[in-house]
């Protein structure tokens, strides 16, 4: 199983809006829309930002939001602030209980 | 609090034997899957394996295959990796990380389909001569 594909680096300024992509395939993003994000400050757990490919979990800012199309899934953060950068990873369902993540892309707020 | 505590991680040499625990508290543990993750040094996440509520199912990735063995005790709100045969390539920190309450059963087996949340603090895991 491939892990998904993200880019290994975006960057913004305070205030601005950024999406991050996240493409799988057929078997894995294009088939299911249980697609989350994970947010990671270094040294730090991961922690859930969106799941079912657009849901945001209690206590999530709204300025996180998530969409999918086809086999890519995508994280857009509005009105960025510094606390935003960090890394940030997305995980499919690929079946049989198999979950796969993207490689990670990491967010520098400039 | 919904709490996640790992222990158990340390200093290997390569085809040694560790065992990972994960103490729960603040939910009812019996009630979700679990999964553990790893993340090797500067490196992206990697699903391991993961376990159904009454530990009746079992899966993991194909890279520790027959070397990891996931297991629970509800009794006791834990959850363990046990890991043999271990090489260099699975140094790592090591999350453990509650899985859904949703399921689906098909052809006989049941699967997990859901996200990770919470995520305990890790224990890292270095296998060295």
């Known amino acids: 199983q491939s892990a998904l594909t993200q880019p290994a680096s975006v960057s913004g300024s305070p205030g601005q809006s950024i999406t991050i992509s996240c493409t799988g395939t057929s078997s894995d993003v294009g088939s299911y829309n249980l697609v989350s994000w994970y947010q990671q400050h270094p040294g730090k757990a991961p922690k859930l930002m969106i799941y079912?490919?657009?849901k945001r979990p209690s206590g999530v800012s709204n300025r996180f939001s998530g969409s999918k199309s086809g086999n890519t899934a995508s994280l857009t953060i509005s009105g960025l602030q510094a606390e935003d950068e960090a890394d940030y990873y997305c995980c499919s369902y690929a079946g049989s209980s198999r979950r796969v993540f993207g490689g990670g892309t990491k967010l520098t707020v400039l | 609090e919904v709490q996640l505590v790992e222990s158990g991680g340390g200093l290997v040499q390569p085809g040694g034997s560790l065992r990972l625990s994960c103490a729960a508290s603040?939910?009812?543990?019996?009630?979700?899957?679990m999964s553990w993750v790893r993340q090797a040094p500067g490196k992206g996440l990697e699903w391991v394996a993961n376990i159904k509520q009454d530990g009746s199912e079992k899966y993991y990735v194909d890279s520790v295959k027959g070397r990891f063995t996931i297991s629970r005790d509800n009794a006791k709100n834990s959850l363990y990796l046990q890991m043999n045969s271990l090489r260099a390539e699975d140094t790592a920190v090591y999350y453990c990380?509650?899985?859904?309450?949703?399921?689906?059963?098909?052809?006989?087996?049941?699967?997990?389909?859901?996200?990770?949340?919470?995520w305990g603090q890790g224990t890292l895991v270095t296998v060295s001569s």
């Open positions: 079912e490919g657009s």
């Open positions: 603040g939910f009812t543990f019996s009630s979700y899957w």
């Open positions: 990380a509650r899985d859904s309450d949703l399921g689906y059963c098909s052809g006989g087996s049941c699967y997990s389909y859901g996200w990770f949340d919470p």
